[in-house]
């Protein structure tokens, strides 16, 4: 079996990785959290188009899979722990024991969890079980953009960073369905929720830029739990 390594979404992929573990130096290394966010943000565009444009050329296959899970898990595993990690440091002035701050790398075990898992379950391919890896990282980098440049998340203390590891690895890894945004046909029957969801994070988008992450991705749990309630129901 021939293996080509260095197909376009392969490039793709290895660029979304390279762009992962520069965001872990310039968090680690230099403290710039916005320079991390916009490397992570850059990760998840390619992340994006690495699976389309396989699609297109008809070369999708399982070493391009398994590229792309050990991509995700530096740039939306690693990367948005050492966020974490660093914004522990930075809030935490004594408060809290020294170690309690590694206990945020929780976060990156659990999204290597959660990436396994999404590549052997037949139940994800129209709907998500747990949160998504991205979803869970653009919190953690609107956080780190919040208080670098003294947004509304500037007084968070040293437990809430805490917090917000721990919930957002387990929500990672829970059976909770969540919907997803890939539509199947541009009809309103069958999306509304989806197209009211994405007005919605637009319009927060244009009010609050960034920071609007740290409402949308939290709602977007929420509406996914009242779903999954509602659809119980009637089962």
Not at 31 to 56: E, H, K, P, Q, S
Not at 75 to 88: C, D, E, K, R, V
Request: aromatic share 12%; proline share 3%.
């Amino acid at each position: 079996m021939k293996i080509r390594l260095f197909t376009i979404p392969n490039l793709l992929t290895l660029s979304n990785l390279l762009c992962g573990a520069l965001a872990v130096v310039a968090t680690l290394v230099h403290g710039n959290l916005t320079l991390a966010f916009w490397l992570i943000a850059a990760a998840a565009v390619c992340d994006f188009f690495d699976g389309m444009v396989a699609r297109a050329l008809g070369i999708s296959g399982p070493m391009g899979i398994q590229l792309d899970s050990l991509a995700d898990d530096i740039s939306f595993g690693l990367a948005p722990a050492t966020i974490l990690f660093l914004l522990f440091g930075r809030v935490n002035g004594g408060v809290l024991p020294e170690w309690m701050g590694y206990t945020v790398f929780l976060f990156s075990a659990f999204a290597a969890l959660r990436l396994a898992k999404f590549n052997i379950d037949e139940a994800q391919h129209t709907e998500f079980r747990g949160l998504p890896t991205p979803a869970a990282t653009l919190f953690v980098v609107s956080l780190g953009w919040s208080i670098e440049h003294a947004g509304i998340c500037a007084n968070l203390q040293a437990w809430g960073v805490l917090i917000a590891a721990w919930v957002f690895a387990l929500l990672m890894i829970c059976n909770v369905p969540m919907f997803s945004l890939k539509f199947a046909g541009f009809g309103w029957r069958g999306n509304e929720v989806r197209y009211l969801f994405l007005v919605v994070s637009v319009a927060l988008l244009l009010l609050f830029s960034v920071e609007a992450f740290l409402l949308i991705i939290p709602a977007y749990v929420v509406v996914s739990g009242v779903l999954a309630v509602i659809k119980g129901s009637k089962s």
